[in-house]
């Protein structure tokens, strides 16, 4: 950090339209003597800051030296205009911005400095060069406090909290435990330093430009949610119903004819299968990039799909804007200058393994409408979703860093064009600032499969959801991979994520193919998946609304917990299934149970918490625990079929209700335009049960309860883990003995 410029003494303050403009002399260290060491100078040059806020309790930064690009170009920078109601201060040699509770105080006079405090209480300082320019980069540094922890950033790698993590280019929002989130709104990557050194953060990027966004909240939970109405609420995706998601990607031997086949292959074995996703094997062997299907495999592609959809079964495609001098395509786009250029004006062509392959420069509006448009074309004959990708090689070329992010934003564009928002599912392999409305961020094994990389699996999909990314899709990796253990444990995870597929080749998916036991895990799994959708969707939608991950850290769902900061290989599964995954080679594990009364949802055995349990597992058992004063919505894969309404045949199970307290549950619709509310309160011998919006067959059951001696509707039923009652109305009064 020796040498680097940074605001030293105030120049001028204005105020208007709600951003006040702070102008500074730049300064510089320098050495003088040896003896006297370094001293700050003045250096030629001025730096601009100013703040706004977008909304309450958020401060957005710009911090500036001299503008040379043109802002309307960078199509990556989110929109954040200057709307909120805000207040500016000059008072005790101060100048105070504040934005509802948020609060930021630049010191006018001696060392320059910056203060973001909540509530009046200080949650991030930075002293001497909060700002600098160092070799053409512009960034900021703030204190990091001795127990602050930092969560987000992307993929976790080794550990969820982010301390000593560094990465030039990760996702670039992160929140912090001291009760803020920063978001870097750049088109370039950032660089970003978490107490690698030193006591601080520090983060960078290569322009003359730096825009940051202070996010302040009472929680987690609260900064995710302003994040994600700042950026984006994510998408409703269309993966309401239960089934098996089937991915075929590189697999060149499968056909039409071999598709119809394993679907009834599947029906016949009582599998429901609900989509199939053909990756780049829609291609000929030969050019897998471009827009054409090879016809030898699949002659007639709109009806192929028509069979599918006749199952019931979603059909999904990859689409890249790669594109191989093998491809029919490929004079086309050059021809009109639809590829990525150098200065000369020529096509910029790699060797890939696709073949001499160009890049269509999303970047240029009339290139970026002719691939749009050949997406629409696939949506119009009927495919239902796209995955977008493209390969890290493309995104190393100059002018191509930001591809990914807006192929991101293209195909829900196109999915929402050609049907509407309740109906929308992208699969994303990259993914940047401002796609957090992208529904599936997706997780696969790079490598040889192995513990280690299961593990990173599940740390990257929890640090992806406290990223701006609520929903992730696991692949499973092919069993040919990793070792039968590896896979079935794969299997257990993946089950419990937002989205899975499945990715074995078509002539495995058998029990001779995949093992007896592999096969038969994949079928009872499926089962309980395919039984706790209402709720696994319900977790989705919360992060439409709210922008809440599906899979949370155990420390944001309980921050006051001491034991649960520490806690990464487990998590919840919305706000009331603790999902305890085996990540190593064992027959038991250690499970950490917070306060309260928690029901194991297999067996219906209760422990009772803080503590930490040892738990024997067998292959194809995941411990899955239910929150004291719960209600999990359910429905019997009988029932389940691809056009029954999420909303009917339901039944609710109420776990651990506790006196005085209310236990509630909301279960949405395919595409989240409608919802359901049940809500269950008990007050002494008394328990009401209320429930709004939902259809016929309605069931609940009272885990551990047995003493009902009267319903104001229907008899209650015994079972061997509690009392059931079905009912119709929207009201069911019962009395305990």
Not at 371 to 393: K, M, R, W, Y
Not at 532 to 551: D, K, Q, T
Not at 552 to 564: G, K, Q, S, V
């Amino acid at each position: 950090m020796d040498f680097a410029r940074f605001p030293d003494t105030f120049e001028s303050v204005s105020f208007s339209d709600n951003t006040v403009t702070i102008k500074a002399l730049c300064g510089k260290e320098t050495y003088k003597l040896k003896s006297e060491g370094k001293t700050v100078v003045s250096d030629p040059g001025r730096i601009t800051i100013k703040l706004s806020s977008p909304a309450a309790k958020v401060i957005r930064v710009n911090v500036a030296v001299h503008k040379t690009q043109p802002r309307a170009k960078k199509t990556t920078i989110v929109d954040l205009p200057a709307t909120a109601n805000v207040q500016l201060d000059q008072e005790g040699g101060e100048v105070v911005f504040k934005s509802g509770t948020l609060s930021c105080s630049i010191p006018q006079e001696g060392q320059f400095g910056i203060k973001f405090s909540y509530c009046s209480s200080p949650i991030l300082t930075g002293k001497k060069r909060t700002f600098y320019i160092l070799n053409d980069r512009i960034g900021a540094r703030f204190d990091l406090m001795p127990d602050e922890l930092i969560y987000g950033l992307g993929s976790a790698g080794a550990s969820i909290a982010r301390s000593g993590y560094r990465s030039n280019d990760p996702i670039p929002f992160y929140v912090s435990t001291e009760g803020f989130g920063i978001f870097i709104n750049s088109n370039v990557p950032a660089k970003i330093d978490i107490g690698s050194t030193a006591m601080f953060t520090d983060f960078s990027v290569d322009t003359e430009e730096l825009e940051f966004v202070v996010i302040a909240g009472d929680s987690v939970p609260e900064i995710l949610q302003t994040y994600a109405s700042l950026t984006g609420n994510m998408l409703a995706p269309d993966c309401a119903n239960g089934g098996i998601p089937l991915r075929f990607g590189g697999d060149f031997s499968i056909t039409a004819e071999s598709i119809t086949n394993l679907i009834t292959y599947f029906t016949s074995q009582s599998i429901k299968i609900k989509e199939i996703w053909l990756g780049n094997s829609w291609h000929p062997e030969y050019d897998i990039t471009g827009f054409r299907w090879d016809l030898d495999r699949f002659p007639n592609p709109e009806g192929f799909i028509r069979t599918i959809h006749d199952a019931g079964i979603r059909f999904g495609l990859s689409v890249s804007p790669v594109i191989s001098d093998n491809s029919p395509d490929f004079q086309e786009v050059l021809d009109y200058g639809y590829l990525l250029s150098d200065e000369s004006g020529n096509a910029v062509i790699l060797d890939a393994d696709a073949g001499n392959c160009g890049l269509i420069d999303l970047g240029d509006l009339v290139a970026r409408n002719w691939f749009t448009n050949q997406c629409d074309a696939l949506l119009h004959s009927g495919v239902d979703f796209l995955e977008s990708d493209i390969p890290s090689i493309f995104t190393e070329i100059k002018g191509a860093e930001s591809f990914p992010e807006l192929l991101n934003s293209l195909m829900p564009e196109c999915e929402i064009r050609i049907r509407d928002r309740s109906r929308v599912l992208v699969m994303a392999n990259g993914y940047g600032t401002g796609n957090g409305s992208v529904p599936f961020s997706n997780l696969k094994a790079v490598g040889t499969p192995t513990y280690a990389t299961l593990t990173d699996t599940l740390k990257s999909a929890i640090s992806l959801g406290l990223s701006g990314f609520p929903a992730v899709n696991i692949d499973v990796p092919p069993k040919s991979s990793c070792s039968d253990d590896v896979y079935i444990k794969y299997l257990e995870l993946a089950f419990f994520a937002p989205h899975f597929r499945i990715n074995e080749p078509i002539g495995r998916l058998n029990p001779e193919g995949m093992g007896q036991q592999a096969y038969g895990i994949m079928k009872s799994l499926s089962n309980i998946r395919e039984s706790l959708m209402p709720y696994i969707y319900s977790a989705i939608a919360e992060g439409c609304n709210y922008g809440l991950p599906a899979m949370r850290l155990m420390a944001m769902e309980f921050p006051n917990d001491i034991f649960a900061r520490g806690v990464e290989n487990q998590f919840m599964l919305g706000d009331s299934l603790l999902i305890a995954p085996v990540l190593k080679p064992a027959k038991s594990i250690r499970v950490y149970i917070p306060a309260g009364t928690w029901t194991d949802l297999m067996s219906y055995e209760t422990i009772r918490g803080p503590r930490y349990a040892n738990r024997n597992v067998e292959a194809g058992a995941v411990p899955i625990y239910v929150r004291p004063n719960s209600v999990i919505a359910t429905r019997t894969p009988d029932t389940a079929g691809t056009d029954s309404s999420m909303l009917d045949n339901l039944t609710f199970t109420c776990f651990a209700l506790d006196d005085g307290q209310i236990a509630a549950c909301e279960v949405f619709e395919a595409g989240m335009n409608h919802s359901g509310v049940v809500t269950v309160a008990k007050e002494g011998n008394k328990i009401t049960v209320k429930t709004q919006n939902f259809g016929k067959n309605k069931r609940i059951v009272f885990a551990g309860v047995n003493n009902i001696v009267s319903a104001s509707e229907s008899i209650p039923e015994q079972m061997a883990y509690g009392t059931m009652i079905e009912f119709s109305s929207n009201e069911l009064i019962l009395t305990l003995g």
